[in-house]
């Protein structure tokens, strides 16, 4: 017994020091002290040796022995899995947080947007059509037929295994989409991509961006026409801006007529962007042409309308101080991450 004792003692006070910093360690530990031949099966075999009378007292320490290893081996683990969340999965709530990179919208979006606000307060809604069209939408409704001299000025793209389709050289092929549906007054506003067959350089591209606009309804007339463009003007350049319009050709409206603003880089006194003449081309413009509403079943006896055609990329140029058109479709991080405008 006195033996007993003795073990007992020198068992606890090793247990009682015990470390197990990982879950091999803790095995270890149960394997040594609460395993099938470890040290609390091995003591418990020692009551066979133990004096009958004291077999009692000699049982109740026994437990309290196993059941001291037992609660070792129980703290033993949570202060390692304590210890694993401490180090593993700590979260510093102090440490300052990942920065996500922030995109912006490209100069030419914010152009065209800006576009199509100032037209929205009029009341024109947007439309769009394929960048992929027919020769009917793209030409020959528009009053160009096949072999029309207009055409050359437009050269395009064709698609070889069908001569029929084209990437569309302007956007007012959405003109005649939207006549097309039939349904009266139009007010819309259409822009989108547009290509032309050009040598790419620092002032063209095969292709570019328009916003085209279409007015139909009855009794609509020149004045109406330019007292809408003379409202984009002013919400665009502001109210010094002065306007002229020059008599010009399309075969789809008649009258035709070109727009320009008086240069808002110089205020007219004549400068690199206004080739010295003070004046900036900005649109073309004009009455909708009776064939092209005719060819869109819309009665030219009983409706008029007027349409307009503007670039996108030259103005965003003069905002912006671009120099170089090949800049917008370079995708250079670098150059795109400059234009941080809310529209
Ligand atoms: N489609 C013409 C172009 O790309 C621009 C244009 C001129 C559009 C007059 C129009 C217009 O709607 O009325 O050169």
Known sequence: MEQLLKQIEDYKNEIGTAVAADAKAIEEFRIKYLGTKGVVKAIMGEMKNVAPDKKKEAGQLLNE?????????????????NQQQGTGNQIDLTLPGDELPLGSRHPVTLMKNRIVSIFQRLGFAVAEGPEIEDDWHNFGALNLPEHHPARDMQDTFYIQTNPDWVLRTHTSSVQIREMEKGKLPIRMLMPGRVYRNETVSARSHCFFHQVEGLYIDENV????????????????????????????YFPFTEPSAEMDVSCFICGGDGCNVCKKTGWVEILGCGMVHPNVLSNCGIDPNKYTGFAFGMGVERPAMLKYGVNDLRLFSENDIRFLKQFTAAI
């Open 65 to 81: 022995f196993k059941i001291f290893v037992e609660d070792k081996f129980q703290s033993l683990k949570v202060a390692a899995d």
């Open 221 to 248: 007339s020149f004045a109406d026409l330019k007292q809408t463009l003379y409202f984009f003007v002013k919400e665009m350049y502001g109210k010094d801006v002065k306007v002229r319009f020059r008599p010009s």
